[in-house]
């Protein structure tokens, strides 16, 4: 059975059928509404294999943790733009877990950051992160983790430079957690973030596995010390495309030396 329950312009609290959280037939859910997710005492999906959520509010750690644990055969998760005011934090562990995706809505000068979500799976393969970095993300003990696509960005919350510091620290942590993939995917918007911390760029991790490398979302300048750096990093880089366009904004005699070694070796570029 799937579920799928939309609802606009409705704000407040929700609670779904008590029977609908001990479906047993329930394969697909996606809750997609403003409200107050309230949960029942007993919380069980036994075969839920799908779960969205979008725009959802949760009351507080303990109703994330009891609706995540409940689906022991979740395959696929996505969170998107749910509040996290209440939360402190989120443990992201489901053992059949394959694929994440997650995006944070956009930001205000209201917004209470600082939600920390934990994520691990042994089977987690596929990670897609769209957001302003207003909460942080650890990845832990997920070796199955082949690929990742990640789209941070500075927004309104952003403007003081404190603010962006720290989301520029943690995109750099991300992309630390992220250093085993073999298919990466950075937005130009990413590569600006992590450019505001020039002092950690020289740390960018070593992407020893990875072999294919795409850069999207608006524009990307080819002389960016961190697009130059993780290209320095990917020793075993096989391809890389463009599906943002190209510039150059650099100094007068600017040149490519030395050269990645995977532009001698592998890199067939598109």
């Known amino acids: 059975m799937i579920l799928n329950l939309h609802l606009e312009h409705c ?15 329930l394969k697909e859910l996606e809750l997609d509404f403003f409200y ?23 009351m507080d750690d303990n109703s994330v943790q009891q609706l995540l644990s409940s689906c022991p055969k979740l395959e696929e998760l996505a969170l ?58 650890c990845i832990s003990d997920a070796p199955s983790l082949v690929y990742a696509d990640v789209d941070a960005y500075v927004g309104q919350i952003h403007m003081n430079s404190g603010r962006q510091r720290r989301a520029a620290y943690r ?60 290209l320095h990093n990917s020793p075993h880089l096989e391809s890389i495309y463009f599906a943002a366009r190209i510039f150059f904004s650099v100094r007068d005699g600017w040149r490519l030396d030395p050269v990645p070694p995977c532009f001698i070796q592998f890199l067939h570029a598109s």
């Open 11 to 25: 704000h407040g609290s929700f609670m779904l059928p008590r029977h609908l959280f001990a479906c047993e037939s």
């Open 171 to 230: 995109a750099h942590k991300l992309l630390r957690e992220l250093a085993n993939v073999k298919d990466l995917h950075v937005s130009s918007r990413t590569l600006h973030v992590l450019t505001i911390a020039e002092e950690l760029v020289p740390c960018l991790p070593l992407f020893h596995n990875l072999y294919h490398l795409e850069f999207n979302y608006g524009l990307v300048n080819f002389g960016c010390r961190v697009l130059l750096k993780i």
């Open 36 to 58: 107050d997710l309230r949960l029942p005492s007993f919380v069980y999906f036994p075969n839920l294999m799908i779960l969205t959520l979008s725009r959802v509010s949760f």
């Open 80 to 137: 998107l733009e749910c509040q996290w005011d209440n939360v402190k934090a989120v443990h992201v562990s489901a053992s059949m877990l394959e694929n994440l995706e997650m995006s944070e809505f956009k930001a205000d000068e209201d917004t209470k950051p600082d939600c920390q979500f934990m994520i691990s799976g042994p089977r987690l393969k596929f990670f897609i992160y769209t957001g302003e970095l207003i909460n942080e993300y």
